[in-house]
């Protein structure tokens, strides 16, 4: 009964051991899949660039002119990847036509461009 109880204890310090051993990896050393890796869109104007420029500091809900261009930063919201990410609306919205829209999230310190999931398909 002894030897039971002293195998048991062994296995569960062996197994405890091996399971609580070394911290996380780090987000950026982590390799994902193409398809699961966190997506970026590139600006293609200047505009949009300096948007992502500015970004951090810009009010949301007002309309800001940048390099000729109208965006309207929504709210920052904490995304499920952990970042911190706003809905940008591109151009004036008219009574047909409620504009365009990007999505930006905070990347390391700097804003990018993300694949919007909840836009409708083009």
Do not use: K, N
């Amino acid at each position: 009964m002894r030897a039971c109880i002293g195998a048991s204890v062994l296995f569960a310090l062996i197994v405890g051991l091996g399971c609580g051993s070394g911290p996380s990896p780090r987000e950026q050393d982590i390799w994902y899949t193409p398809s699961l890796r966190p997506g970026q869109v590139p600006p293609t104007t200047a505009g949009e660039r300096e948007l992502l420029a500015r970004l951090g500091q810009l009010p949301s809900g007002q309309a800001v002119s940048l390099e000729g261009q109208v965006f309207v930063p929504g709210e920052p919201y904490q995304a499920a990847s952990g970042r911190t990410c706003r809905p940008i609306g591109v151009g004036e919205p008219d009574a047909e036509h409620e504009g365009d829209r990007r999505l930006a999230c905070e990347d390391r310190q700097h804003w990018v461009f993300v694949p919007d999931v909840f836009a409708d398909p083009p």
